[in-house]
Nanobody, 127 residues
Framework: VQLQASGGGLVQAGGSLRLSCTAS???????KAWFRQAPGKEREFVAS????????DYAASVKGRFTISRDSAKNTVYLLMNSLKPEDTAVYSC??????????????????????WGQGTQVTVSS
């Protein structure tokens, strides 16, 4: 299984970006998530989505600004990021893990629940 993330870049505060993560291999039944890591900080949870797209969860810092979605036909998960702030600057990585939908809110924020990780894409928000 491989996860390939793309879509990062440099954007001004208030702008938008859409990240994509395309998976190869059998991950359609997996919960997908985005995490981010800023320089000198721990990797932190951003958003997760269940295998059927029916359940999503967001970190408080991005709720209302970011939207996670997935296209099963393309085996791709997206992260639409609006109203970006300088503090959103980080390397964003996608992940896939065998987390059942009813447990997403309970465990999907934990990075150790994920079996597969993409290489990350840099998002830089200038003030």
């Amino acid at each position: 299984v491989q996860l390939q993330a793309s879509g990062g870049g440099l954007v001004q505060a208030g702008g938008s970006l859409r990240l994509s993560c395309t998976a190869s291999g059998r991950t359609l039944s997996y919960t997908k998530a985005w995490f981010r890591q800023a320089p000198g900080k721990e990797r932190e949870f951003v958003a997760s989505i269940s295998s059927n797209g029916g359940t999503a969860d967001y970190a408080a810092s991005v709720k209302g600004r970011f939207t996670i979605s997935r296209d099963s036909a393309k085996n791709t998960v997206y992260l639409l990021m609006n109203s970006l702030k300088p503090e959103d600057t980080a390397v964003y990585s996608c992940a896939a893990g065998p987390i059942a939908a009813p447990f997403i809110v309970l465990v999907a924020r934990c990075k150790y629940e994920y079996d597969y990780w993409g290489q990350g894409t840099q998002v830089t928000v200038s003030s």
